[in-house]
């Protein structure tokens, strides 16, 4: 096992570098540059040509990209062009934290919901919570996030007032009143980015459950007499989870890459609100280390869902 995750990471070396040269030329294109929005036309031209020129954006683009290739190998993501005097390791990091709380709370709502509903449905086909649960996956995965945030924004916070519309915390809170105001304002963000996950999910487990309890060693441990919930949960839920797994290793990078759209419906100081800033502000260094991230998130998700095949499945061996 550790040889195999040493070969998968050092995989990731030229896999992130051609992301990096990727990102890079994606950011470049983008007309403008980080002056553009805020140019006023009674400081001389030649002031914001100097600026500029001092930070390089004059240069040739192959040697821009190196200029932050050579700070990222030792660490160094630069300065942002936006916040100056500031890392962008320190933006990036305290912006980070939320979103990452964010998708870690998204991530459980959708399991707890996904698995027991899915469950059910496949022991239960055609029944009516079978059918309601149909119908809400459709839906889930029809209604955009953006406009399931803005109504649970009206029921829940403007027309009940039963959670925050806006912000991660309220007040300086310590200790255990912090925690508890932090689930509080993850509650609808966490619902809006987890809606897709909770009716793919479910769908996956229903129609995988329903595959397996039809399978021979299914009908073989009915016939030797083993009891219904140690064929469910040793047996049948067990098997299913192989392909949720398999999804779960993309679904870290799409639950903070979804978190753009919800944390802006929100005002959630997260990853996806300073991307967005950053893109609009052309803050090139902050956009390289935001997508180098998510891109990593990707890589090592799909690393942790294979090794969560070894667990699963005896059968799955990496010697």
Known sequence: ????????????????????????????????????????????????????????LNDPLPVQYFHWLGGFVTGDFGESLQYKGRSVESIVGERAT???????????????FAIPIGLYSA??????????????????????????????????????????AQGSVSGNTEGIARIWDRLHHLVLPGFTLGLAGIATYMRYVRSEVMDIMESDYIRTAKAKGMSESNILYKHT????????????????????????ITEQVFN??????????????????????????LGTTILFGNLLADILYSFVDPRIRYD
Do not use: H
């Not at 309601?132 to 803005?150: K, M, R």
């Not at 950053?278 to 390289?288: A, C, L, T």
């Open 1 to 56: 096992m550790a040889q195999y995750i040493i070969r998968r990471i050092l995989v990731f070396i030229p896999m992130l570098f051609i992301l990096t040269i990727i990102i890079f030329s994606l950011a470049k294109a983008a007309p403008g540059d980080p002056f553009t929005r805020n140019i006023d036309s009674s400081v001389d031209p030649e002031v914001y040509e100097q600026q500029r020129e001092a930070l390089g």
């Open 98 to 112: 939320n979103t990452v709380y964010l998708s870690l709370f998204a991530l459980f709502i959708t399991f707890i």
């Open 123 to 164: 022991r239960n086909p055609y029944s009516m919570l079978d059918y309601t649960a149909t119908t809400f996956g459709f839906l889930g995965l029809a209604i955009p996030n953006f406009f399931f945030g803005l109504v649970a924004i009206y029921v829940f916070s403007i027309n009940l007032g039963w959670f925050p």
């Open 237 to 260: 839920l067990r098997n299913a989870l192989i392909p949720i797994i398999t999804l779960l290793g993309f679904e870290l990078g799409i639950l903070l890459g979804g978190a753009v």
């Open 268 to 293: 959630y100081p997260g990853l996806g609100s300073l991307f967005i800033d950053s893109i609009v502000n052309r803050d090139y260094p902050v956009i390289m280390a935001i997508n180098l991230l």
